[in-house]
Nanobody, 126 residues
Framework: QVQLAESGGGSVQAGGSLRLSCAAS????????IGWFRQAAGKEREPVAVIYPDGGPTYSAASVKGRFAISQDNAKNTVYLQMNSLKPEDTAMYYC???????????????????WGQGAQVTVSS
């Protein structure tokens, strides 16, 4: 099993920044990809960004390119999502997820991620 603990959500005005953290614990060798998904009220969950801790590429959604950056600290088994220039449409519940993904592909599929965090709310006001 892999446990994921998110932190760093909150409320911010448009144009502001937040950083989400996802600390992984347990048998993390079971996974090769960690990512962030988000779900806004009344909408389907969508992938935001993923990273391969073995040094592989990162992928991110077109809607966040240039504003969000995913990174990792392998020593801490932690993945971060730095979110800058936030917009009201970024308001959502953000979930950290981990899985064993075959092939490096985008967009990430929920079905490839077996482990999920509890979610962190991000609210951006105009």
């Amino acid at each position: 099993q892999v446990q994921l603990a998110e932190s760093g959500g909150g409320s911010v005005q448009a144009g502001g920044s937040l950083r989400l953290s996802c600390a992984a614990s347990g048998n993390i060798k079971r996974v090769n990809c960690i990512g962030w998904f988000r779900q806004a009220a009344g909408k389907e969950r969508e992938p935001v960004a993923v990273i391969y801790p073995d040094g592989g590429p990162t992928y991110s959604a077109a809607s966040v390119k240039g504003r969000f950056a995913i990174s990792q600290d392998n020593a801490k088994n932690t993945v971060y999502l730095q979110m800058n220039s936030l917009k009201p449409e970024d308001t959502a519940m953000y979930y950290c997820a981990a899985g064993l993904v075959v092939g490096r592909k985008w967009p990430a599929r929920e079905a490839d991620f077996d482990y999920w965090g509890q979610g962190a709310q991000v609210t951006v006001s105009s």
